[in-house]
């Protein structure tokens, strides 16, 4: 099993409407979980940090649930300019060690 | 006033040469990384520095040297090249080493090309 996975997509999203995917991690000592988003041919930017309980930033919730060992990004009333590549970042040492998934790309329709 | 930057930002060159990746950041973190993300996307680390000092070095051939002259550089040299080589590098930074809480800032990438 891959230390994290990503379902790779894409995601076809009519505009405005809701998508929630997930990523799977298999170090349960993992502290630290992130989403980046990555534009075609750019770099990978911080979306949000992901807090045990859950956490909010405008149209995007991320939780997080250890028991599974997963955490999840929801992108509430989708725009065009949210098709991108989300990457789940994990970290899997005590030494700022992060493996990232290979990304679900989400492609926002009109 | 680019927070992470790196350069060349192309890189298209044969196999069996030398070549090198700058990285420098104004942001005043401590550490400093790169990253290498295949064709499949797979984003993977390959160093990272603290303060000048080698922290992470995962496994990757000894052709690929990190050299940090100051904790706002880190530079890649790679010898003698390979196809497999041909990726995109990221550099990156963070506030503090060991911190797992710290995120990320990377830097526009390096596409390398070898033929």
């Known amino acids: 099993r891959k230390e994290v996975e990503q379902d790779p997509g894409p995601f076809n999203v009519p505009e405005g409407a809701t998508v929630a995917f997930n990523c799977t991690y298999s170090n349960s000592a993992s502290q630290s979980f992130f989403w980046y988003r990555q534009d075609c041919r750019k770099e990978p930017k911080l979306l949000m940090s992901?807090?045990?309980s859950g956490n909010e930033d405008g149209r995007f919730t991320a939780q997080l649930n250890r028991a599974s060992q997963y955490i999840s990004l929801l992108i509430r009333d989708s725009k065009l300019s949210d098709s991108a590549t989300y990457l789940c970042a994990v970290n899997i040492d005590s030494w700022g060690k992060f493996q990232f998934g290979a990304g679900t790309q989400v492609v926002v329709t009109p | 006033d680019t927070a992470v930057s790196q350069t060349p930002k192309y890189l298209v060159t044969q196999m069996g040469n030398d070549k090198s990746i700058k990285c420098e950041q104004n942001l005043g973190h401590d550490t400093m990384y790169w990253y290498k993300q295949d064709s499949k996307k797979f984003l993977k680390i390959m160093f990272s520095?603290?303060?000048?000092?080698?922290?992470i070095n995962e496994t990757v051939p000894n052709r690929f040297s990190p050299k940090s002259p100051d904790k706002a550089h880190l530079n890649l040299h790679i010898n003698s090249l390979e196809l497999g080589d041909s990726a995109v590098y990221f550099c990156a930074s963070s506030q503090e080493e060991a911190a797992t809480t710290e995120k990320l800032f990377f830097g526009s990438g390096t596409q390398l090309s070898v033929l």
């Open positions: 992901v807090y045990s």
């Open positions: 520095y603290n303060n000048k000092e080698l922290i």
